[in-house]
């Protein structure tokens, strides 16, 4: 089963810093390309769980008594954390986005390069798919989604016309999707636009954007001091949450400052934004939009 390679490998697991004997958690296993080099930097005392919600991913686990895969979405990380006796970790890596593997599969309907079934659950035990909400929807939740989610200027056209078109037939594929919204789809920008139809609706499906939120702020509470965080996201509005986080350990507003006028925010950023060489992308077309942030727990 092929994953591809795994983005900014050397830059995420090398932000981490690896200890032999720490332990690590990655919460977007996937096909395990950056656990792999995590548990190959790690001695016999080392330990390193992962987390992937998608079933596919469960054959990638490695025959490993340092390894542990739990099949859940990392918003549970502390809950299913503390299950298995483990309260504090010195490193948390995550790789956001969907896999090559998920793309590349027509029957996910993630990519807008084949014609599948609307379906965009990253956890395919969920109950609510692309189809539910492109069909149930109402108008007024669909422009939202799409402007929210999508950054699309055209979203209440976009919307009308997907309304009109599951009146007369349900919009059960992505092809059926992409003729519903043609009118919008300038033949100049029509898989950028595309891209970002299909974004806003896989983050509705999955709820990426709360999931995010949850995660960050859990990341505070289990990383000892000094621990590493290292974040890979693929969007402006996943980079910007991190971003914030990291910087302020907040998502909006400014951060409480004491009477001598002192702020206290939980991680320090390191260096700069790390962003993929011309040649990683030229041998990884997903890694073209990654960002990778590090940041390190205050003491």
Do not use: C, W
């Not at 200890?19 to 548990?39: E, N, Q, R, S, W």
């Not at 798919?129 to 056209?157: D, F, H, M, Q, T």
Request: neutral net charge; hydrophobic residues 40%.
């Amino acid at each position: 089963m092929s994953y591809h390679d795994p983005v900014l490998l050397n830059e995420t697991v090398g932000g981490l810093a690896v200890k032999p004997d720490g332990i690590y958690v990655d919460v977007t296993f996937g096909g395990g390309g950056h656990a792999k080099m995590v548990l190959d930097a790690l001695g016999p005392e080392g330990r390193l769980i992962a987390f992937d919600q998608d079933q596919d991913a469960l054959r990638n686990a490695f025959d490993d008594e340092r390894f542990l895969l739990i099949h859940e979405n990392f918003r549970h990380l502390k809950r299913f954390l503390k299950f298995h006796g483990v309260t504090k970790v010195d490193g948390i890596l995550a790789d956001f986005g969907v896999s090559s593997h998920q793309f590349d599969r027509p029957e996910r309907g993630f990519s807008t390069r084949f014609d599948g079934q609307l379906d965009m659950r990253m956890n395919q035990n969920d109950s609510r798919s692309a189809y539910e909400i492109v069909n149930n929807y109402e108008e007024v939740e669909l422009a939202r989604v799409l402007k929210e989610y999508g950054e699309l200027r055209a979203a209440p056209g976009m919307a009308r016309l997907i309304v009109a078109a599951r009146s007369e037939t349900p919009i059960a594929t992505t092809e059926d999707l992409k003729h519903a919204v043609r009118r919008f789809l300038p033949k100049a920008k029509e898989h950028k636009v595309l891209a970002q139809i299909f974004q806003a609706i896989r983050l509705e499906v999955n709820d990426e954007l709360t999931v995010l939120k949850e995660f960050l702020l859990q990341t505070q509470d289990l990383l000892v001091a000094g621990g590493r965080l290292s974040v890979i996201s693929y969007h402006s509005l996943e980079d910007r949450l991190v971003k914030r986080f990291m910087r302020d350990g907040l998502f909006e507003g400014e951060p409480e400052r004491d009477v001598f006028g002192r702020t206290f925010v939980p991680f320090k950023p390191l260096g700069k934004l790390i962003v993929p060489t011309d040649q990683e992308i030229r041998n990884n077309n997903r890694a073209r939009s990654a960002k990778l942030r590090i940041a390190e727990r205050r003491s």
